[in-house]
């Protein structure tokens, strides 16, 4: 039962067995996004004009502040990933955008001060990563986020606002964190 509830950003389906597909592969750049390989169906930012991918309406609509749910309430949006740019969702006709304050939650890769999110579904933010690396030397954090997905206990397609999987974020994170310990 639990199989049938997992993620359908996080697993795939091969033959018999099940395989993370989270991560970035080779048609995703390092930051998640697509590679230049299927350039011309990306959607770009109106504001940065940076790379963006495509999220359902129910995560905009499930991230939006009540307020706003009418203005979302048809079109076809993207994720921008752009860490600089407070644009985070827009159509893509370019008639509606919303910004990081139309959201409910902090996107963690928009975000400058902790609490920075990573993983949405479980509670992990880089002060999480970071504290148990000053501790430990390492972190377990992926390794737990990891189990409990394979157990089909997440909703990142929901819960997180870019609509995918956290895991290549917390893993980035993870990289960036120990490269500035050396």
């Known amino acids: 039962m639990a199989q049938e509830r997992q993620s359908r950003n996080c697993y795939s389906r ?11 592969t080779e048609t995703t750049s390092d930051n998640g996004l697509r590679s230049e390989k299927d350039e011309t169906s990306i959607a770009r930012c109106q504001d940065c004009k940076g790379q963006s991918r495509p999220v ?9 502040k009540p307020h706003l749910l009418e203005e ?14 407070e644009v985070v969702y827009f159509d893509e006709q370019g008639t509606q955008r919303f910004t990081t304050d139309d959201l409910k939650v902090t996107v963690g890769v928009k975000a400058h001060v902790d609490p920075i999110p990573l993983c949405y579904c479980f ?4 002060s999480h990563i970071r504290d148990e690396i000053s501790r430990t030397g390492r ?5 737990r986020i990891a189990k409990l997905i394979r157990e089909g206990l997440c909703a990142c397609e929901t819960r997180n606002p870019a609509g995918v ?5 917390v893993n980035r994170t993870v990289k960036r964190l120990n490269a500035m310990r050396s």
């Not at 091969?14 to 970035?24: A, F, K």
């Not at 509670?123 to 880089?126: L, M, N």
């Not at 972190?139 to 390794?143: Q, S, V, W």
């Open 139 to 143: 972190t377990t954090i992926p390794d």
């Open 165 to 169: 999987c956290c895991l290549g974020e």
């Open 14 to 24: 091969m033959g018999s067995e099940r395989q993370m597909n989270c991560c970035p």
């Open 123 to 126: 509670g992990f933010d880089e």
């Open 72 to 85: 979302a309430m048809t079109g076809t949006y993207s994720f921008c990933a752009a860490p600089d740019c």
């Open 56 to 64: 359902s309406r129910k995560t905009v609509l499930l991230m939006l």
